[in-house]
């Protein structure tokens, strides 16, 4: 379901407010954070298992000072609900030189919801995950991290891992794209996205039963309006892209997941009622950055352009990705909405963070779910 004009103004309005609200730490909401993911949330796993390149090089980090393995200028989402609510930055599970009390991140850049062996069962081979990196994966890394945080009573662990806060996404996007790679949008939103969401609520179900009590579950970003699927899905038709340039038929997908999704939340929140359980939506606030720039200090011209990359239209190149030469960053990311084509910039993040902790862009808010139960 589209959202109305008057409607996503309202949403503009509430979400600038959320901006501009100043997040101090504050002490004892949660213990710790777990996340699970792809590049929207991975701190530093995919440098470590994968390849350094090119996440662990410059310009990626810029904003910070330097690189860190994040897939973008600076910050992610989980970074800055990790700042808000008083914790250390969520160290990526494949650095065991780290301590995961306070929290541990699974995510993997380019990891999928779904196991490989299903796409080889759909005849989708290309493109191939970078590493075995899925789901069920990154939880299975949480059931061998857990014996080590709760080695006290079963009581201690239930009350340490009721009080956690777990993200489950952003997942479906390298899913729906490698679907994309040998499917239509078409078959991919009708065939696959169920298959996708019943895989997260499946993920969700599994943390409640290992005694996780507060849960977010992120949804897709508008698809459509990525660099990255603008430069490699153009259309001829005008009637494809909608008022804000971006091509609807890939954002219809993306809707069609978040709504899917949204109702697994209520579903589970009805299925366990000691479960307090989000939807966090990415897909209004970057719709929001396109309606309103400005109001977020981002510049109009630029809205549908890569920060990062390798030229053409959208400043984006498969070929000369971000960090590669002979592409190139733009002098200041903060006035940016995309950073590579496919990643959002540091502020960016920041701001729907931001919405997330204090809505309105997350059912219930982050910051209420330490208080319910």
Known sequence: MRVSVAALLVVVVVLHVADATVLRPQKLLFPAIFSFGDSYADTGNYIIEVDPRPFNFSPYGDTLGRPTGRASDGLLPVDFVANAVGLPLVPPYLDRSQDFSKGAN?????????????????????????????????????EELKPSLCNATKLDCDDYLGKSLFFVGEFGGNDYLAFLSAKSVEQTTQTFVPVVINAIAAAAERLIQHGARRIVLPGNIPMGCLPAILTLYPSPNASDYDSYGCLDKFNALARYHNELLRRSARELRAKYPRAAIAFADYYQPVLAF????????FDRSTTLVACCGGGGEYNFNATAFCGFPPATACEDPSRSVSWDGIHLTQPAFRKIARSWLHGPSSVPPILTLALEL
């Open 106 to 142: 699974f995510a993997v850049i380019g990891a999928r919801a779904l196991d490989q062996a299903f796409f080889l069962e759909q005849n989708v081979t290309s493109p191939a995950a970078p590493m075995n990196s899925s789901l069920s994966v990154q939880l299975r890394w949480f």
């Open 290 to 297: 396109l309606t309103a720039p400005a109001l977020f200090g």
